[in-house]
């Protein structure tokens, strides 16, 4: 007995220190042996997480329920210790309980789901309006107020700088200012891709003909990183997202410089694009 | 009566050809039956070596043994499509369906049997298509479909110009061809051909896991036919229906893939409920507990299976109005999911339970159903399945219910069949390693990729962010655990054919109270010369 509940105490300190090792980890990706989301930076990813943690306690209890219910009549009822089997296979009190409650256990899901659901569509007006467009294998971002248009592209292993994490990292990120509503329309080129960033708790397909939109409010500032999630082929593990969220001021800054190394290039479709803003 | 000779000779000729014409014009039921079997472990291996091509790819970040991430991409693609087309509905519908239906019901063999022979024939002949275009070119510059097994446009029509995506829409057609033939042999056959007495309801549970699986392949599998067929004319005849610059819509492709997909899935997985009730009643000495609420619990799993399928494109774009009815659906298939797992325990209570190979089989698939069946409920709410969609979360659960619930009820069926199909005893010893090894290794696998999938790492890419190496070492390492456990599998039958133990008619004892068991293991070639009376 002592054993075990030594052995406890090392699978508890194991797994404390796995869900400890994500919450102190890089924010905006993975952490090594993470078991649960990534650290959430949006309210909807916030809602979204609460939700997860709610519905995993219902599930784990009842997997572990039925796990009970099969060890115990494997060892009560084994025929070596229960060897005159009974006839029974009726027991309409049972069947009309293990029909109701989890029709309950349901309903008590259901509520809070579709809260978060119509939650992540209650989109407010935006401060800022972004686009990405999927292509084999990049995504290409416009900001239709500001003029702006450049495309992102998967820095390759050998020109990762210190500190960048492999596969995650763009040439040019999104840049976007914190505590805003960010609307992003997504949209697509050639083949279905979709953008998604896993701590703004948002994951929308790009599909070619349509232009779809999601929002995201950030509350921190930092590198946000995502991948496409729908398969796109050959280089589909290899156009990631990332968004930068920054200060007002910094974004000011960032709008300013970006136009002006427009200008600088010569850059004539983008700057048609700035002035038909204007 | 001017044909009497000639009837008289094709009755002889009937009698029991032997040779090759035994299996290749066979009209047989078990014949075709083994035929079957023989052909699901066939694909499963090749099926099951793609698989740990993919693990030795994954176990390290990095590129190690692909050189090309689109022979990634076609390794899951046919990995998808044997293991569903070519391994599981082959070795439930066409293996034990086959052999078990016709036996359990009374009947002197399938409704067609030359239909029968049809339905098989088809199924090399698609699985030859669908091989030959892994060596074909796809997408440009390599051979392949490296679509996954969901074939979304426009990656199938613009995205894979080459011929190989033509290859596998002909593997479809005739897969999908052969599967609605066997759906309306077994129709027929269960509906007018059951013994004198035995009612609907007096029906065995697997023959009912079946009938509902035949009117599921019947309604869905058109569908698809008809999806394809689109496919095939974007690509080939310059229609547009999946090409929004001309008039269509690429979500027209998802919603007709599943509403064929979603209910293929429970047509993998019912027949399996079906053996489980079996093979739990047989080693518990008990009958089946609420055998009317399990016979219309998998009716309205069937059903409501056919309302449930935008569940799969909560992230496609579609209106929050539609996802929320979505949600609603697809949670209910919950209840009557719990009424079979709960039902099964209450078979359990108050038996005998006898921990053969068999029941441990079934008992791994109780308890690794429920996991990827809770999981499901997760996933069911659009609002978390944003975070989930398309990462290895849902590859996790899929493999729960198929991978862990599908094969594990196939094996549970092997085992359980094996002495009547065969006539030979099984080694528990071997068998029972076979299910320890895939019990563990399968779980090592697939448990972690719920984390991994947690932390974002999207499902179908040949090299991932550093931080998902540690959990994709494990689900490799439990990947080879449970390939040796395949290999054990394989070793098995080699050596119940050469210990040559022979089973007696009824092994299984008091509790196998179905039909099988009254005749000799094996069976004669015709099974019965009269036919049974239920009471």
Not at chain 1, 149 to 178: I, Y
Not at chain 2, 181 to 205: C, D, E, Q
Not at chain 2, 423 to 439: D, I, N, P, R, V
Request: glycine share 8%.
């Amino acid at each position: 007995m002592l054993i075990f509940k030594r052995m406890l105490l090392v699978f508890g300190a194991l797994f404390s220190f796995a869900a400890a090792g994500s919450a102190f980890a890089a924010d905006g990706q993975p952490s090594p042996w993470q078991l649960g989301f990534q650290k959430a930076a949006t309210p909807i990813m916030e809602q979204i997480t609460s939700f997860h943690t709610f519905v995993t306690v219902i599930i784990v209890v009842i997997a572990l329920f039925v796990l009970a219910l099969l060890v115990y009549v494997m060892v009560r009822f084994n025929e070596n210790s229960h060897p005159l089997p009974s006839r029974t296979a009726h027991n309409t009190p049972l069947e009309i309980a293990w029909t109701v409650v989890p029709i309950l256990i349901l309903v008590a899901i259901a509520i809070p789901s579709f809260r978060l659901l119509f939650a992540q569509y209650d989109m407010p007006s935006p401060d800022l309006t972004i686009t990405a467009t999927g292509s084999q294998w990049y995504w290409t971002y416009e900001y239709p107020d500001h003029g702006i248009t450049f495309d992102s592209l998967m820095v390759q292993e050998a020109d990762l700088k210190e500190g960048q994490p492999r596969l995650l990292t763009v040439d040019r990120e999104v840049v976007v200012p914190v505590n805003k509503n960010v609307q992003v329309g997504v949209k697509a080129n050639d083949v279905i891709h979709d953008w998604a960033v896993p701590s703004f708790g948002i994951k929308l397909d790009a599909v070619p003909g349509r232009l779809q939109s999601t929002w995201f409010r950030a509350e921190r500032t930092g590198v946000f990183h995502g991948q496409c999630s729908e398969l796109c082929g050959r280089n589909h593990a290899f156009m990631p997202i990332t968004v930068r969220v920054v200060t007002d001021e910094e974004f000011a800054a960032w709008l300013e410089k970006t136009k002006a190394a427009a200008n600088d290039t010569g850059d004539t479709s983008k700057l048609a694009a700035a002035g038909k803003q204007n | 009566m001017a044909y009497g000779a000639q009837a008289h000779a094709d009755a002889h000729h009937n009698d029991h050809p032997t040779g090759w014409r035994r299996w290749v014009y066979s009209t047989n039921h078990k014949d075709i039956g083994t035929m079957y079997l023989i052909f699901a472990i066939v694909a499963g291996t090749i099926g099951g070596v793609l698989s740990i091509a993919m693990r030795l790819e994954l176990m390290n970040p990095g590129m190690q043994i692909f050189g090309d991430a689109e022979l990634f991409n076609v390794f899951v693609a046919a990995h998808g499509l044997i293991m569903v087309f070519f391994m599981v509905m082959p070795a439930m519908i066409g293996g034990f369906g086959n052999w078990m239906v016709p036996l359990m019901i009374g009947a002197p063999d399938m409704a067609f049997p030359r239909m029968n022979n049809v339905s098989f024939w088809l199924l090399p002949a698609s699985f030859a298509l669908l091989l030959m275009s892994l060596f074909m070119p796809g997408a440009p510059g390599s051979r392949g479909v490296g679509a996954g097994w969901t074939l979304y446009a426009p990656l199938t029509t613009k995205g894979t110009p080459g011929i190989a995506m033509d290859f596998a829409i002909l593997s479809l057609h005739l897969a999908g061809a052969s599967s609605i033939l066997g759906a309306i042999n077994f129709i027929t056959t269960i509906f007018n051909m059951r013994a004198p007495g035995m009612t609907l309801h007096k029906m065995p549970l697997f023959a009912w896991s079946i009938l509902v699986t035949a009117f599921l392949l019947l309604l869905s599998l058109p569908v698809l036919a008809g999806a394809i067929t689109m496919l095939l004319t974007d690509r080939n005849f310059g229609t547009a229906f999946f090409d929004s610059a001309h008039g269509g819509d690429p979500l027209l492709w998802q919603h007709l893939f599943w509403f064929f997909g979603h209910p293929e899935v429970y047509i993998l997985i019912l027949p399996g409920f079906g053996m489980v009730s079996h093979i739990v009643s047989t080693f518990s000495r008990k009958p089946v507990f609420g055998y009317l609420g399990m016979a219309y619990a998998m009716v309205a799993i069937g059903v409501i299976g056919f309302v449930v399928w935008a569940h799969h494109m909560y992230a496609a774009g579609i209106s929050v109005n539609t996802q929320a009815y979505f949600v609603f659906a697809t949670m209910v298939i919950a209840v009557p999911t719990g009424v079979k797992v709960f039902s099964w325990i209450a078979t359990m209570w108050g038996g005998s339970l006898s921990l053969r190979a068999p029941m441990l089989w079934a008992l791994g698939f109780i308890f690794l159903f429920t996991v990827g069946g809770v999981t499901g409920v997760v996933l069911a709410n659009a609002g978390v399945d944003r975070s989930m969609h398309d990462t290895y979360y849902v590859v996790a659960h899929f493999h729960y219910v198929l991978s862990l619930g599908a094969v594990f009820s196939i094996f549970g069926g092997w085992y359980y069949w094996f002495p009547k199909m065969t006539g030979y005893m099984y080694s528990e010893f071997t068998a029972k390693l076979h299910f320890w090894l895939m019990f563990i290794g399968a779980n090592i696998t697939f448990f972690p990729m719920h984390f991994l999938g947690l932390a974002g790492m999207p499902r179908r890419i040949a090299d991932y962010p550093d931080a998902y190496a540690g959990w994709n070492m494990v689900a490799s390492v439990g990947s080879y655990m449970a390939f040796a456990g395949m290999i054990v599998f394989l070793f098995g039958i080699a050596q119940a054919f050469t210990r040559k133990l022979h089973a007696p008619a009824n092994p299984w004892g008091a509790g196998a109270t179905t039909l099988e068991w009254t005749l000799s293991s094996p069976p004669p070639f015709h099974s019965y010369e009269t036919l049974p009376r239920i009471k």
